[in-house]
């Protein structure tokens, strides 16, 4: 699971008058069929770019001093545009641009239809299809809907979906009579800061959440005076290694920082819910982000919580 967390909301403006908030899970899927139009796969290159037209409009709203805005998808297109060239990819650029996006509606799906749509998407095969569908439909029935967006569609089939697999776990298999031992690995760090220059140039942190409270002693939930002398001394490291490394050009780059093991973090210290939605999730991850930034000068622009 991966949480986005920014800041402020951007509402598009499409040519026919209609208006969606500005997704960036949506820009990096169109990203992604530009880019292996270009015969390229790297998936983190799509990410790369939709970071680098977040803190675009982040910037735009900063110095319109707003914390929300409303921005033409034209201007959106030709920020993509923009940066694929100077990326060096051409190719990708040029598929992008033949394949803009002209309206807010996106379309929507009849009972009938969601079950060939999420073959499409999905590439589902025998009964599996028809299943999927069936739940999708009973839940459309429950709330009323006739029709509903394929993005509504897209986000009951990964719930479902999810539900399924969780409740399927791969069997153990049994340990051999003599095994082999194997060579330790080379411990990681529970912070690791890096200075990226392509793309999107920023700094980027990640920290071991789960690694970070092995050792912690204390009786969960964490409260926020209990998380702070933990989590103290990861930002005062934090900030000492970006300064190391603004220097030559980097003085100015935004903070990406990445919490790895979350979920698993706030199950066991936060006494979160094992099978919370990833919508409250993202809600309740707030409240851990806002208690981590309070100890940094140097607000992040990006934080993903993995």
């Known amino acids: 699971m991966m949480i986005e967390l920014g800041g402020g909301t951007v509402s598009i403006l499409y040519a026919d008058g209609t208006s969606a908030f500005f997704d ?7 990203l992604e069929k530009s880019f292996a139009s270009a015969n390229r796969t790297d998936p983190s290159l799509a990410g790369e770019i ?3 037209v977040e803190y675009a409009l982040r910037c735009r709203n900063r110095e319109d001093n707003l914390p929300d805005s409303v921005i033409h998808a034209s201007d959106i297109d030709e920020c993509v545009v923009r940066v694929l060239e100077d990326s060096g990819f051409p190719d990708a650029a040029r598929h992008f641009r033949n394949t803009s996006v002209s309206s807010g509606d996106f379309g929507k799906l009849s009972p009938e239809n969601v079950e060939q749509y999420l073959i499409e998407k999905f590439q589902l095969t025998g009964s599996a299809g028809s299943e999927l569908a069936a739940k999708i439909r009973h839940a459309m029935k429950a709330i009323g809907a006739a029709q509903c967006s ?10 479902f979906r ?8 791969l069997p153990v298999p049994p340990a051999p009579a003599k095994p082999e ?3 330790a690995p080379e411990p990681e760090k529970l912070l690791q800061v890096r200075r990226k220059d392509a793309i999107f140039p920023s700094i980027r942190a990640e920290i071991d959440l789960p690694r970070l409270f092995e050792k912690c002693t204390l009786t969960p939930p964490l409260t926020e005076l209990a998380l702070f002398p933990i989590l103290l001394p990861v930002a ?17 780059y935004p903070l990406v920082v990445t919490m790895r093991g979350f979920a698993e973090f706030a199950v066991k210290w ?10 409250m999730l993202h809600k309740r991850s707030r409240a851990f982000t806002a208690c981590f930034y309070s100890l940094l000068k140097e607000k992040p622009f990006k934080t993903f919580m993995r």
């Open 24 to 30: 960036p899970e949506e820009l990096r899927q169109r």
């Open 50 to 52: 939709v970071l680098a």
């Open 150 to 159: 394929p993005r509504l569609v897209l986000e009951l089939a990964r719930h």
């Open 162 to 169: 999810d539900t399924a697999a969780s409740a399927h776990r």
């Open 181 to 183: 031992p194997l060579p």
């Open 236 to 252: 005062e490291q934090l900030e000492a290694e970006c300064r190391k490394l603004r220097v030559d050009g980097a003085e100015q």
């Open 270 to 279: 936060l006494c979160y819910e094992p099978d919370m939605t990833r919508e």
